[in-house]
């Protein structure tokens, strides 16, 4: 049987929680795996990571590398090559240093690899059966992947829930001098962070929250008004931003911002995961969508199939006569 | 500089509601409507906007059948100088890899300083950028935002990274980069402008041609199959309302104001 790696995301010395998800998707392929988180970076940061994993890993192999302080998936994945034994299994989180690192590595290799992974099998024969989403969700498939050369697996966050913890604490193993010299064609300039915008959406209780299904720049207005009307700020998803009808401030998603609003109106929103990784703290999700077919169907509590031009502006009415019956 | 745009023809999903076959092991393609991967798309508006700031020549290639014409034909539209079409049926049934040294195969015929890719095709695992450049040993960068040409054969680049932040890297030329929908306004490309290049010559290269040998790529060289299609819920289901327009509103109305207040 081929040993599994997780790799491990941290910052300031903190490891992600995908870290304990990839730990779970490990153990449903093998339950008698003995597992390796592996982390790389440099200094304090990497070995207060390093330690909190032992409750979930057998083996915790630190690469510290100067050259890994900021992780660059280039240098990272030559530094996987060089300690990962062939044929294994090796686990990442799917989100965009999972997408720099892993198809690559799987190259490298010489593994299978399947991103963006929802669930998975154990182990039969050469083969495990994983499942994972095509057409922004609207269909899933089972997709068979032949391991006997190892493989690579991007894990989407969220899919599988944090469970187990090792009866036997693991130890941290350092492999910082297997490593050797490291050096890309590919060199970690800076970070710029995100711009504030004229409203923070993270600050409301309810979101009128718009995608594709606006159509036009123009008729954000409509959103707008409903919003304003019942006190509540307009958010978008990414093809909203992609188009240049809102600013990039009020998308919610993965590679916007996190929002936690007691009621989230999505209305013409597909339900994409990079949108609902998004949304937490589990609000009431009101659907409206010309398509009944929808993801954003699965995961809303209620849901309405209708063509929000229309609905959005009766409803935004509908409130305004309820007002001024309410004012005489 | 010579920029090579690697491009996919996929159902449109703003355009269709993608449903399982009755067969329940594919997806029914009897009336769906094609086009251009979007990011795709973005890339190939960001090679031109490149090329006519610098000069030099876009190409637009795609693995597939007669079929993926029309997004070649549609990118030239655009302003792509040439659009080449890699066709062959040992390359039906390959994997992420497979295509990736297809394309491999491909680049190592020509002379390009840029390689660009979409993120992720509709039906895709966000794979073939960053294989094709592992294939090839060039740098590769995902989810790309922004480009900027800079002296002595590099670019400076912004990648997406979480909370809408952004990742600023130099990478040495040639290289290859996923580009992220946004980054741009991609050009709109009208009948006439399709017209326009309706005859244009577009070459097919095939798997001798490339010198790609029987077996490393196509189905039997897959290690990822896909074996079938199914509706899988995320969630719970929502709880669908069937009123008329009128009572859905009010019913809405009534959660609002129940759930997170009406102010």
Known sequence: MARIFAY??????????SAFELAAAARKIDADASLTAILTGWGADLDAASKNLSASYSEIWKIANEALAYPNAELVRKALQRVLPSNSIVLIAHEHFGIDLAPGLSIKVNSAFVSDVLDVSAVRGDDINVVRQEFGGQVSTHVRCDISTGAVLTIRPGAFKATENLAELGIVVDKSGEVGSLVAGRRYLGTVVAEAGDVDITKYNVLVSIGRGIQEKDNVAIAQ???????????????????????????????????????????????????????????YVIAINKNPKAPIFQVADVGIVDDILEFLPEMTNKVREMRNVAAK | MEILVCVKRVPDTSENEIELNSAGNGIERDELVYSINEPDNYAVEEALQIVSKIGGSVTVATVGGEDDEEVLRREMAMGANHGVL???EVFSGSDGRGIASILKAFVQKGHYDLILTGVQAEDGGAQIGGMLAALLDYPFASLVNSIEVLEGQKLKISREIEGGNKELNEIDLPCVLSIQTGINEPRYVGMRGIRQVASAHIPTFSATELEIGAGTVGETAAKVKRVDYFLHSLGKGAEILHGSREENIDKVLELVAAKGGLK
């Open chain 1, 8 to 17: 491990i995301m941290h910052k300031g010395g903190i490891v992600d929680d």
């Open chain 1, 225 to 283: 008004e409903l919003a304003d009307a019942i006190g509540a700020a307009v958010s978008c998803s990414r093809p909203v931003v992609d188009a240049k009808w809102m600013e990039k401030s009020r998308q919610v998603g993965s590679s916007g911002k996190t929002v936690k609003p007691k009621v989230y109106l999505a209305c013409g929103i597909s339900g994409a995961f990079q949108h609902l990784a998004g949304i937490k703290g589990s609000p």
């Open chain 2, 86 to 88: 890699i066709a062959d």
